[in-house]
């Protein structure tokens, strides 16, 4: 059974750094194909996508955010982390990590973020 | 990036009712699109991949269709836990992106 599980500060200030970290179980990123993304979501507003490893770490990041943003993974400790830096109120959201795995049918490989973790709310507030 | 663009952003419906969710992108992504449903306070789920292939344990009520730029989510006989938001995703290129989001209230 594959399980993710967001962690991190719930509050962080204006202009601090914010760390998530991702620890999954059921799957390793040592195999191919398996990648993890990391998606928010502000209050009342879109799902947004932030980032992503594969599990050759090639890394991806969202354009808006690119400059803020850094993924790494530890395949040892099946961790995933995201930091965030120069936090703004703006950033307050729920942030989810999701395994974005391939399906295939016919000649291709079709990906799709099909396990989520439960989320971890954070606060941008001084 | 390619933009998506779904529509309606809300609808009201009642149990039993047919209901149709619309998604377009701003440049063609074959079938390369996913579809998402969140309730509130929960992780979105996965209901649809492909832009037609049902994800495993979702109920056949669902179905999506399209190609190119015009995609749809259909769900032939709404149920009561169906009221939610519904979110469209092309996974055609990086960054993936995602709709605005369409809320089915009663």
């Known amino acids: 059974q594959v399980t993710l599980k967001e962690s991190g500060p719930a509050l962080v200030k204006p202009t601090q750094t914010l760390t998530l970290t991702c620890t999954f179980s059921?799957?390793?990123?040592?195999?191919?194909?398996?990648?993890v993304s990391w998606i928010r979501h502000p209050p009342g507003k879109a799902l947004e996508w932030l980032a992503r490893?594969?599990?050759?770490?090639?890394?991806f990041y969202s354009t808006s955010l690119k400059t803020r943003l850094t993924i790494s993974k530890d395949t040892s400790k099946n961790q995933v982390v995201l930091t965030m830096t120069n936090m703004d109120p703006v950033d307050t959201a729920t942030y989810y990590c999701?395994?974005?795995?391939?399906?295939?049918?016919?000649?291709?490989?079709?990906?799709?973020?099909?396990?989520w973790g439960q989320g971890t709310t954070v606060t941008v507030s001084s | 990036d390619i933009q998506m663009t779904q529509s309606p952003s809300s609808l009201s419906a009642s149990v039993g009712d047919r209901i149709t969710i619309t998604c377009r992108t701003s440049?063609?992504?074959?079938?390369?699109l996913n579809w998402y449903q969140q309730k509130a306070g929960k992780a979105p789920k996965l209901l649809i991949y492909?832009?037609?292939s049902l994800q495993s344990g979702v109920p056949s009520r669902f179905s999506g269709s399209g190609a190119g730029t015009d995609f749809t989510l259909t769900i032939s006989s709404l149920q009561p836990e169906d009221f939610a938001t519904y979110y469209c995703?092309?996974?055609?290129?990086?960054?993936?992106?995602f709709g605005q989001g369409t809320k089915v209230e009663i």
């Open positions: 440049q063609t992504i074959r079938d390369f």
């Open positions: 999701a395994l974005d795995s391939s399906k295939e049918r016919g000649n291709y490989y079709y990906y799709a973020m099909d396990v």
């Open positions: 059921g799957f390793s990123l040592r195999t191919s194909g398996m990648r």
């Open positions: 995703q092309q996974s055609y290129t990086t960054p993936p992106t």
């Open positions: 490893i594969d599990w050759d770490d090639d890394k």
């Open positions: 492909g832009a037609s």
